[in-house]
């Protein structure tokens, strides 16, 4: 199996896991447990970043992939997609602006920006896992 057949399934994986640490650190955080909420944030970082590296090796390698599914999916699924990528790139630099908040221990700014980062991101994931179901499992 070569990496355009393998990557896909890769980056689902660490998307995934990193939808864990999102769901893991938000309910940490609210339990008050800040040690492990750093930990399971960090974790999310990490993840994506993984993710990201593995997702822009993929598509640098691999042909485009097209949605074979027919009918009113169709929209639904570009719609879907539309927004994931537009709100990734969105949520990419609001991530790094929180983190970098957190480390610096600004933790006046951090929830702030966090509120706002963490719905979108849990966005991100979710919906590119739903996309990956769509093209490699649902709608072959």
Known sequence: MNAAN???HVTA???ALALCFLIAGFT?????????HKRAMLGAVATSTLFLGFYIVYHF???IFV?????P?????????????????????????TLLRALKGDFK???RIARWTLPI???????????YLMLYHIYL
Request: aromatic fraction near 10%.
């Open 6 to 8: 393998t990557l896909p």
């Open 13 to 15: 994986g660490l998307n």
């Open 28 to 36: 940490f955080i609210r339990r008050g447990r800040k040690d492990l």
């Open 61 to 63: 390698a691999a042909p």
């Open 67 to 71: 949605f074979r599914g027919t009918g």
């Open 73 to 97: 999916v169709r929209p639904v699924y570009y719609a879907l997609l539309i927004s994931h990528v537009v709100l990734a790139a969105l949520v990419t630099p609001m991530i790094a602006i």
């Open 109 to 111: 700014a951090h929830p």
């Open 121 to 131: 991101w849990l966005y991100v994931s979710v919906t590119g896992i739903v996309v």
